[in-house]
């Protein structure tokens, strides 16, 4: 593995309990997980009003950026594979498949999400390259940024 090609910062996201939308759906509430360490329930993941990923406290101030990629983030290359457009409910939708290569990490699954920047992806696949636990190759989608994951602390535990 090219460690050096690993320029970009990513963010895992492990499922937690569940919340209400605002829509009233029970959704699963998505944390930040760094492999080195025990996931915290302090700082969650949400939406702010343009649909962009942001992370939060729970007493509901924001958790800057910055600040999250000292505390969670992993070194990774991101690079997009393929696009697409479908028709879902009589709307447009826009899906851009991207390759993200890390170097191994136990525990990441196809229920975690990752983020990067201001945008969440959901893990469709984690391949361990060659089964040497050096390089995780991971097929994430990003979908539309309106997703059934807009929630707001105090919406409900479920």
């Given amino acids: 593995?090219?460690?050096?090609?690993l320029r970009h910062r990513v963010i895992f996201l492990c499922p937690s309990d569940l919340r209400k939308n605002s829509?009233?759906?029970t959704v699963p509430g998505y944390v930040p997980f760094k492999p080195s360490m025990p996931s915290?329930?302090?700082?969650?993941?949400?939406?702010?009003?343009?649909?962009s990923a942001v992370l939060k406290r729970r007493d509901g101030k924001a958790y800057p950026h910055?600040?999250?990629?000292?505390?969670?983030?992993?070194?990774?290359?991101?690079?997009?594979?393929?696009?697409?457009?479908?028709?879902?409910?009589?709307?447009?939708?826009?899906e851009t498949t991207y390759k993200i290569v890390?170097?191994?990490?136990?525990?990441?699954?196809?229920q975690m999400r990752i983020l990067y920047e201001n945008r969440e992806f959901e893990i469709v696949s984690v391949l361990d390259m060659n089964e040497q636990h050096t390089e995780l190759q991971i097929v994430a989608a990003?979908?539309?940024?309106?997703?059934?994951?807009?929630?707001e602390v105090g919406d409900g535990d479920g």
């Fill in 66 to 94: 910055q600040e999250a990629l000292h505390d969670y983030s992993v070194a990774a290359f991101v690079s997009p594979m393929s696009g697409r457009e479908y028709e879902e409910s009589q709307k447009l939708r826009a």
């Fill in 23 to 25: 829509m009233g759906e």
């Fill in 40 to 51: 915290s329930n302090d700082v969650y993941l949400t939406h702010d009003t343009d649909g």
């Fill in 1 to 5: 593995m090219d460690f050096s090609k």
């Fill in 102 to 110: 890390t170097r191994f990490f136990p525990g990441i699954t196809p």
């Fill in 142 to 151: 990003e979908k539309g940024r309106k997703t059934a994951q807009n929630t």
